[in-house]
């Protein structure tokens, strides 16, 4: 099992940045994938992107390539999205999610979210 802690999250006006951290207890950081989802207010949770276990294979939701950075430091049990750019429509809670078996959009451990607000 892992348990999950993002931070990082705030509020930021359009186009400015923010860097999201996701720390993750155990020792078998290495064996999970992990993503980040998000959900606004009214809208269903959505997969924003994901990295694999060595960090050599990312996906990126179509609204944010360009823009957000995902990045995984191994000995830190630390995953990181750096997001740019940012618009209104990036306003939401963001999570951290994990899984060490590789399901499209299915994740088994969750943090408790970190709050994005984006001004315009």
């Known amino acids: 099992q892992v348990q999950l802690v993002e931070s990082g999250g705030g509020l930021v006006q359009a186009g400015g940045s923010l860097r999201l951290s996701c720390a993750a207890s155990?020792?078998?950081?290495?064996?999970?994938?992990m993503g980040w989802f998000r959900q606004a207010p009214g809208k269903e949770r959505e997969l924003v992107v994901a990295?694999?276990?060595?960090?050599?294979?990312?996906y990126y939701a179509d609204s944010v390539k360009g823009r957000f950075t995902i990045s995984r430091d191994n000995a830190k049990n630390t995953v990181y999205l750096q997001m740019n750019s940012l618009k209104p429509e990036d306003t939401a809670v963001y999570y951290c999610?994990?899984?060490?078996?590789?399901?499209?959009?299915?994740?088994?451990?969750w943090g408790q979210g970190t709050q994005v607000i984006v001004s315009s």
């Open positions: 999610a994990a899984t060490q078996t590789l399901r499209v959009g299915i994740y088994d451990y």
């Open positions: 990295i694999s276990r060595s960090g050599g294979s990312i």
């Open positions: 155990g020792r078998t950081f290495s064996s999970y994938y």
